[in-house]
């Protein structure tokens, strides 16, 4: 990218947006702040990543998760979130964010993120490093993998994954049986140099495995093996 990294900052308080912005600025980042959603959505084209609080005055933030999914080369999102349950964690990585941050937060751990983060690229290039190592079709029991389409199913019944969700099943499904350390899938699907919290990985693979329940996957297909990592199972 030319020139320093631009960061949306999109949070409705000001004593949080300010402690970001500062911490931004003196990285050397051009960073800009939004205070409502609407503000947020002019400026999501011309950034390349948004620190977004879901929680604000003219809607949800969920709202500008979605609409930047929907952009082919669309910012890095980062989520800025006092909800500590997992469901809610969960349904912003089910909805496009890359990551998310907890309040009370360190403003140098979220720079650390972000920088490893833009290193990889626009979100176009999530999970290139799987998706290289890993073309074409790929079948652990019932269930299939075409990386070169992007797209899952489970029998006939096709699955709805983001983009993490199917490089981390792609990179589970080239050896089968394999437990892969939550080191080894940040380095398969994110890239080595990106700065991801442990619980993050997690709060991916309890997506997907919720998907591939309701998408008629057997009972223990994704395994967690615990304190080690993740396997697929042929249980079929």
Known sequence: MAGPPSVLVVEDDAEIADAVLYALRKEGMAAGWARTLGAAMQGLGTTDAVVLDLGLPDGSGFSLLHAAAKLPDGPRMVVLTSRDEDVDCIAALEAGADDYVTKPFSPRALIARLRAMLRRGPRVDTGASAAKSASGKLSV????????????????????????????????????????????LVERVWGGAYALAPRTVDSHVKALRRKLDAAGAPSGLLETVRSVGFRLQDVS
């Not at 983001?162 to 049986?177: H, M």
Request: glycine residues 6%.
């Open 141 to 184: 029991g019932a269930l299939t993998i075409d990386v070169d389409r992007r797209d899952a199913s489970v029998g006939l019944r096709a699955m709805a994954l983001t983009k993490i969700e199917l490089d981390i099943l792609a990179v589970l499904a080239r050896a089968p049986g394999r437990v892969h350390t939550r080191d080894q």
